[in-house]
């Protein structure tokens, strides 16, 4: 099952440098390693804020969490997901 993840990054601004450079770097890691097991698609970046849209793929939504909540960021996310369905157009 697919989903598009929306995500805003919430991280407080007055996080010590060290801190942030931490979480960005487990962020990365962890990314590529959903990367890796099929589960993060393709992610964009949204230009002027501190957000991303992803394509995700989950055998449920449970299953999507898990992968979501074991982001470092994820206590600081604005998180919006909505479930995916193949439209007839792609079936041909």
Same mark, same amino acid.
């Given at each position: 099952?697919?989903?598009?993840?929306?995500?805003? #990054?919430?991280?407080?601004?007055?996080?010590? *440098?060290?801190?942030?450079?931490? @979480?960005?770097? $487990?962020?990365?890691?962890? &990314? =590529?390693?959903?990367?890796?097991?099929?589960?993060?698609?393709?992610?964009?970046?949204?230009?002027?804020? #501190?957000?991303?849209?992803?394509?995700?793929? *989950?055998?449920?939504?449970?299953? @999507?969490?898990? $992968?979501?909540?074991?982001? &470092? =960021?994820?206590?600081?996310?604005?998180?919006?997901?909505?479930?995916?369905?193949?439209?007839?157009?792609?079936?041909?």
């Amino acid at each position: 099952m697919e989903f598009l993840v929306r995500a805003e #990054n919430r991280l407080p601004v007055d996080t010590p *440098a060290e801190r942030r450079e931490e @979480l960005r770097a $487990a962020e990365r890691a962890r &990314a =590529m390693e959903l990367r890796a097991e099929g589960i993060l698609k393709r992610l964009w970046r949204v230009p002027g804020r #501190n957000a991303t849209i992803g394509l995700y793929e *989950a055998p449920d939504a449970a299953a @999507l969490h898990d $992968a979501l909540s074991s982001l &470092a =960021m994820f206590p600081w996310l604005d998180v919006q997901v909505e479930a995916l369905a193949q439209h007839p157009q792609e079936k041909a």
